[in-house]
């Protein structure tokens, strides 16, 4: 089994670190819902090593991340485990730290509500949601160049797209989690963190 490589995570990976070793400096346990490649788990819980950082992806998608896993050879990584966020039970009792990256543009709409759906369900009491990706703000695109990325996104998939902040922000409220946070990042994404109230 070969090992997928993908260049933005290569890119945005220190940047995003900066962010989350302090969003997630209290955490002991982050869970990452759509670990794609592995690239981030592994850089993250090499950097991260107060807490344990859990990859999570569909079921054919675990083999590639495992490699990363397997090469790594962290204590604070262990294996990739199947969840799919339209499933009725998670792998999991509760989660205190939740991290995702570029997936709520590729999921379809009835998905990005069933991630929702699961957290209220798993989140424990002040958890802590990372979501990493591009926003559009009050229907806008916030530049041309994620205007041009949900063009392609629908040609792949008409039912993919760059999601609206407010929607987003709606379906966490209904989860029970407050924005806490909107950090500016490079190229046009934002790191949006919620808190469980």
């Not at 591009?134 to 990325?149: A, C, H, L, M, T």
């Amino acid at each position: 089994m070969n090992k997928s490589f993908s260049q933005s995570c290569e890119n945005n990976k220190q940047p995003i670190l900066q962010v989350i070793q302090r969003i997630f400096q209290q955490s002991q346990k982050v869970w990452e819902i759509g670990s794609g490649t592995g690239q981030h788990a592994c850089y993250f819980a090499n950097h991260l090593n107060h807490l344990t950082w859990q990859t999570t992806d569909r079921e054919e998608n675990l083999a590639g991340i495992n490699c990363w896993i397997e090469e790594a050879e962290l204590n604070n990584l262990p294996k990739s485990v199947a969840l799919n966020v339209n499933d009725e039970q998670w792998p999991c009792q509760s989660i205190d730290a939740l991290f995702t990256a570029n997936t709520l543009h590729i999921m379809h709409w009835h998905e990005v509500e069933h991630f929702f759906a699961g957290l209220k369900k798993y989140l424990s009491a002040d958890a802590i949601v990372c979501i990493y990706g591009p926003f559009n703000y009050q229907g806008q695109f916030s530049s041309q160049s994620n205007k041009q990325f949900d063009q392609w996104l629908k040609t792949q998939d008409p039912a993919r797209g760059v999601r609206d902040f407010e929607a987003i922000e709606k379906l966490a409220n209904n989860a029970g989690l407050t924005i806490k946070h909107d950090f500016e990042m490079p190229a046009n994404n934002k790191i949006l963190v919620f808190q469980k109230s």
